[in-house]
């Protein structure tokens, strides 16, 4: 921009003229990313615990991550799902080893990992009765996408009125209440998903029981466990999925947002036992596992090993749940917090709109999930200092 300020403004109204309205956007255009901090057209440096919706895992700039693309840039970009290429097999190798799941779908994105996970579970359910009547059991307050079929199974009906009907066959239980999904149960169940930590609907975390309950009960019933791991997933919580902490293995997973570390790539991943009721034509994808998005997923995978992002996690979390419940017993207008390691969540007595807009004006970004809670689901890399720089910034707007 030959160093002259840039009219954010002026692009900001173009923006509104080409791109259609389904977003309440921020009036910043960001420009670029070193660290865990951001910049717009003009330079202004913001620090980032939103990281694109927890999806920049390793900050930004990281260089081993951006030479593996630029490898793959110069090889092959895509070939289409009638043939083998090597990265979409090292990086379904790794995630195999990562999620002990045995076999892998790649997407484009988390909303086509859920679609892929229904249609995997109403296969199972078909191949063993030879009906199509099969239901499936959501949580309320769940969410799980925006496509016709993910929307059918999200449980917060602001999502869903305006375009029913949906895919039908969906029952909603609450959440952390085993004896309300028993109720939900019939002869035509072939699954239940879960989202072992609960993101938009408000950073709740399940109880261990719960999950363990739903585990027996899908085994005396042989329905499918599905787990949502888009966004508490890749090492978000302190392990790699969160149901690892929970000790507690489903059938399917879903995976997505921190997978690629910003590439657009999402997964679906099975035990031998629900994958096999796939066949060839059942399911497929023109991009998925290209080789493009599945080199940052392969990278991703060595990244975390190497630089021991799991060990990190779990010890800057403690500090950033300590600092937040500092700020929990400090202010009377913040009822509490909640979440797992890096996914954290503080809930207010109104609405957030305004700290979250002047936490930009002082520099920091921070997203919302619902009307009065603050989502915390920065880069995994954070330090000490960067939380302390946070909650600093908080307590001058407090």
């Given at each position: 921009?030959?160093?002259?300020?840039?009219?954010?403004?002026?692009?900001?109204?173009?923006?509104?003229?080409?791109?259609?309205?389904?977003?309440?956007?921020?009036?910043?255009?960001?420009?670029?990313?070193?660290?865990?901090?951001?910049?717009?057209?003009?330079?202004?440096?913001?620090?980032?615990?939103?990281?694109?919706?927890?999806?920049?895992?390793?900050?930004?700039?990281?260089?081993?991550?951006?030479?593996?693309?630029?490898?793959?840039?110069?090889?092959?970009?895509?070939?289409?799902?009638?043939?083998?290429?090597?990265?979409?097999?090292?990086?379904?190798?790794?995630?195999?080893?990562?999620?002990?799941?045995?076999?892998?779908?790649?997407?484009?994105?988390?909303?086509?990992?859920?679609?892929?996970?229904?249609?995997?579970?109403?296969?199972?359910?078909?191949?063993?009765?030879?009906?199509?009547?099969?239901?499936?059991?959501?949580?309320?307050?769940?969410?799980?996408?925006?496509?016709?079929?993910a929307l059918s199974v999200t449980g917060q009906p602001q999502y869903r009125a305006a375009f029913e009907p949906l895919i039908g066959g969906v029952v909603f239980a609450d959440f952390n209440d085993i004896s309300s999904v028993k109720e939900k149960v019939t002869d035509k169940t072939c699954a239940i998903i879960v989202e072992p930590v609960q993101g938009e609907g408000g950073l709740y975390p399940a109880d261990r029981e719960f999950l363990v309950d739903i585990r027996k009960l899908c085994d005396e019933k042989d329905m499918l466990l599905i787990f949502d791991e888009i966004q508490c997933g890749m090492g978000r919580t302190g392990n790699m999925f969160a149901y690892q902490g929970y000790g507690v293995k489903p059938d399917i997973i879903t995976t997505a947002k921190a997978l690629g570390c910003g590439v657009p790539v999402?997964?679906?991943?099975?035990?031998?036992?629900?994958?096999?009721?796939?066949?060839?034509?059942?399911?497929?994808?023109?991009?998925?596992?290209?080789?493009?998005?599945?080199?940052?997923?392969?990278?991703?995978?060595?990244?975390?090993?190497?630089?021991?992002?799991?060990?990190?996690?779990?010890?800057?979390?403690?500090?950033?749940?300590?600092?937040?419940d500092e700020l929990v017993g400090k202010y009377d207008f913040i009822l509490e917090r909640r979440g797992k390691g890096l996914m954290q969540g503080l809930e207010f007595k109104g609405p957030v709109k305004d700290y979250i807009l002047k936490a930009m004006d002082k520099g920091l970004i921070i997203i919302a999930a619902g009307a009065n809670i603050i989502r915390f689901v920065p880069p995994l890399v954070i330090t000490k200092e960067h939380v302390d720089e946070m909650i600093c910034i908080l307590e001058s707007i407090f």
């Amino acid at each position: 921009m030959d160093n002259m300020p840039v009219d954010m403004p002026k692009f900001i109204e173009k923006a509104e003229h080409v791109l259609m309205h389904t977003y309440s956007r921020y009036q910043i255009v960001l420009d670029r990313g070193e660290g865990v901090y951001l910049y717009n057209l003009n330079g202004k440096k913001y620090l980032d615990f939103a990281a694109g919706i927890a999806v920049f895992a390793l900050g930004y700039g990281n260089k081993e991550y951006n030479d593996a693309l630029k490898n793959q840039i110069d090889k092959l970009l895509h070939t289409s799902n009638y043939y083998y290429n090597v990265p979409t097999v090292e990086a379904a190798e790794k995630l195999k080893k990562a999620s002990g799941m045995d076999r892998v779908f790649f997407t484009n994105s988390g909303t086509e990992a859920i679609e892929g996970a229904i249609k995997l579970a109403r296969k199972y359910y078909y191949n063993k009765n030879n009906r199509t009547d099969s239901e499936i059991i959501s949580m309320n307050r769940s969410f799980h996408g925006r496509s016709m079929g993910a929307l059918s199974v999200t449980g917060q009906p602001q999502y869903r009125a305006a375009f029913e009907p949906l895919i039908g066959g969906v029952v909603f239980a609450d959440f952390n209440d085993i004896s309300s999904v028993k109720e939900k149960v019939t002869d035509k169940t072939c699954a239940i998903i879960v989202e072992p930590v609960q993101g938009e609907g408000g950073l709740y975390p399940a109880d261990r029981e719960f999950l363990v309950d739903i585990r027996k009960l899908c085994d005396e019933k042989d329905m499918l466990l599905i787990f949502d791991e888009i966004q508490c997933g890749m090492g978000r919580t302190g392990n790699m999925f969160a149901y690892q902490g929970y000790g507690v293995k489903p059938d399917i997973i879903t995976t997505a947002k921190a997978l690629g570390c910003g590439v657009p790539v999402g997964a679906f991943a099975a035990t031998e036992k629900a994958a096999a009721a796939f066949e060839p034509g059942d399911h497929g994808t023109t991009y998925g596992g290209n080789p493009f998005a599945t080199a940052a997923v392969s990278k991703v995978f060595d990244l975390f090993e190497s630089e021991q992002l799991l060990a990190h996690v779990n010890e800057i979390s403690v500090y950033l749940v300590q600092k937040l419940d500092e700020l929990v017993g400090k202010y009377d207008f913040i009822l509490e917090r909640r979440g797992k390691g890096l996914m954290q969540g503080l809930e207010f007595k109104g609405p957030v709109k305004d700290y979250i807009l002047k936490a930009m004006d002082k520099g920091l970004i921070i997203i919302a999930a619902g009307a009065n809670i603050i989502r915390f689901v920065p880069p995994l890399v954070i330090t000490k200092e960067h939380v302390d720089e946070m909650i600093c910034i908080l307590e001058s707007i407090f």
